[in-house]
C-alpha cells in the first residue's frame, strides 16, 4: 500500500521559513517524478514544485527563488523548504505523484 506522510506545517510571520517532509512508503521512490501542491480555502489545488527521478526542478512563479524542493531517495523522502514566506502562502500542503499518489497535507499559516 502506498502511503505519503507529508509533516513540517505550521504558523509562522510573514518572512519566515518552514521545511516540509513528505516520507513515501510502500513504493520503490526513486523513479518517480514527486510533486509539492497547495491548496488554499476556496481556490483549487495547484502545483508548487516538481522534482524529477534524476533531480530537475520545477517552480512554479510564485515560488521561484523562494522554494526549493529535493529529494533524498536513501530515505524515500522529499522537501520543501519555503523561505520568504508570505500570507498569501497560506495554504495546506501537499506531496503526490503520478496524479494517484497524495499524502493527507500539512497546514501552513503565514501570520502578516
Known amino acids: 500500500q502506498v502511503q505519503l506522510v507529508e509533516s513540517g506545517g505550521g504558523l509562522v510571520q510573514a518572512g519566515g521559513s518552514l521545511r516540509l517532509s513528505c516520507a513515501v512508503s510502500?513504493?520503490?521512490?526513486?523513479?518517480?517524478?514527486m510533486g509539492w501542491y497547495r491548496q488554499a480555502p476556496g481556490k483549487q489545488r495547484e502545483l508548487v514544485a516538481t522534482i524529477s527521478s534524476s533531480g530537475q526542478t520545477n517552480y512554479a512563479d510564485f515560488g521561484s527563488g523562494r522554494f526549493t524542493i529535493s529529494r533524498d531517495n536513501a530515505k524515500n523522502t522529499v522537501y520543501l523548504q519555503m523561505n520568504s514566506l508570505k500570507p498569501e502562502d497560506t495554504a495546506v500542503y501537499y506531496c503526490?505523484?503520478?496524479?494517484?499518489?497524495w499524502g493527507q497535507g500539512t497546514q501552513v499559516t503565514v501570520s502578516s
Open positions: 503526490g505523484f503520478g496524479g494517484a499518489y
Open positions: 510502500g513504493i520503490i521512490f526513486r523513479p518517480y517524478a
